[in-house]
């Protein structure tokens, strides 16, 4: 049962240009939402997280955007940057809970 | 801090034979996850341990597949007999009991042939 779907498959995004992920769930309990990226040949890392408490939340290039009603969540990386390019993962759970259910993922290519 | 350290990091391995992987996860982490990343299915938890306890393994795709964790600074994961289907990117992550900082290893690539 996927109960996190992951889209898209992959991206190319111009350099400076903005790269957007987008993710659904199905669980109406989860409320903690991480999105982790995975350089080749590396595990994934913790790259931001939101809970539903709040629709946005920022760190530098990266902002979630998160609608509560839609059941979706999504990663925007503004001024995309060739060192961005990466797979990146959502995944979703009941904070607390540490067993993440995660996105297919999505392979993003930067390109100059 | 040397991080979680799996081993082996590449694998090559006929069908049939037995698979072990190995994982030494951060030092003072109390929960260890094993999972399996594919291009199809992306990453998958296979089984979660907490305090060196098995506390859910539902991901665990059959009983070819077994986890132990011996103590608190070493886990396997078995597959026997391996099969080709099984090719994948095992990862062993530990935290300390906190859903905001469970950090990966960097994989044991699987290839069975």
């Known amino acids: 049962q996927q109960q996190v779907k992951q889209s898209p498959q992959s991206l190319i995004v111009q350099k400076g240009g903005i790269s957007i992920i987008n993710c659904a769930y199905e669980n109406t309990a989860f409320d903690y939402f991480p999105w982790y990226q995975q350089f080749p040949g590396k595990g994934p890392a913790l790259l931001i997280a939101i809970r539903p408490d709040v629709s946005e939340k920022k760190e530098g290039r990266f902002t979630i955007s998160f609608n509560k009603s839609a059941k979706q969540f999504s990663l925007h990386i503004m001024d995309s940057q060739p060192g961005d390019s990466a797979t990146y993962f959502c995944?979703?759970?009941?904070?607390?809970?540490?067993?993440?259910?995660f996105g297919t993922g999505t392979r993003l290519t930067i390109i100059p | 801090d040397a991080g979680v350290i799996q081993s082996p990091r590449h694998e090559v391995t006929e069908m049939g034979q037995e698979v072990t992987l190995r994982c030494k996860p951060i030092s003072g982490h109390n929960s260890l996850f094993w999972y399996r990343q594919t291009m199809m299915r992306g990453l998958e938890l296979l089984i979660y341990f907490n305090n060196n306890v098995p506390i859910d393994d539902s991901g665990m795709p059959e009983d070819r597949f077994s986890a132990k964790m011996p103590n608190a600074s070493f886990s396997t994961l078995k597959i026997q007999p391996s099969e080709p289907r099984d090719s994948a990117v095992y990862f062993c992550a530990s935290s300390f009991g906190q859903v905001d900082a469970i950090y990966f290893g960097e994989g044991s690539w699987l290839t069975v042939v």
């Open positions: 995944a979703a759970t009941l904070f607390g809970n540490e067993k993440l259910t």
